[in-house]
């Protein structure tokens, strides 16, 4: 069975950092691509970043790009998400959700995740 844990949400000020963690049980996290969502109160859930499983690629959405930095450790079956320069339109609860078998056109796309997190609480207020 699949488990993946979030961790390292919290209240941050405007151009402050956060750092996420998503620990992955059940898989091989080499064979297993990674995205990072996220869903502010009233929007839909939407694409933040991935980590495709074994082409060491990275993709960011177009507001979170150079802010944003998204990296796995395989080893430790950890996926993080480093957040720089945070606004508060980042606010919102963020998910990591993994997918063995997608293909690399459909990673932005949250119905095509198998595998989801519980969610994380990020508020970037001052």
């Known amino acids: 069975q699949v488990h993946l844990v979030e961790s390292g949400g919290g209240l941050v000020q405007p151009g402050g950092s956060l750092r996420l963690s998503c620990i992955v049980s059940?898989?091989?996290?080499?064979?297993?691509?990674i995205g990072w969502f996220r869903q502010a109160p009233g929007k839909e859930r939407e694409f933040v970043a991935a980590?495709?499983?074994?082409?060491?690629?990275?993709y960011y959405a177009e507001s979170v790009k150079g802010r944003f930095t998204i990296s796995r450790d395989n080893a430790k079956n950890t996926v993080t998400l480093q957040m720089n320069s945070l606004k508060p339109d980042d606010t919102a609860v963020y998910y990591c959700?993994?997918?063995?078998?997608?293909?690399?056109?459909?990673?932005?796309?949250?119905?095509?995740?198998?595998?989801w997190g519980q969610g994380t609480q990020v508020t970037v207020s001052s």
């Open positions: 959700a993994g997918d063995a078998g997608i293909i690399l056109s459909s990673i932005r796309y949250p119905a095509h995740y198998d595998d």
């Open positions: 059940g898989r091989t996290l080499s064979q297993y691509t």
């Open positions: 980590s495709f499983r074994s082409a060491r690629a990275t």
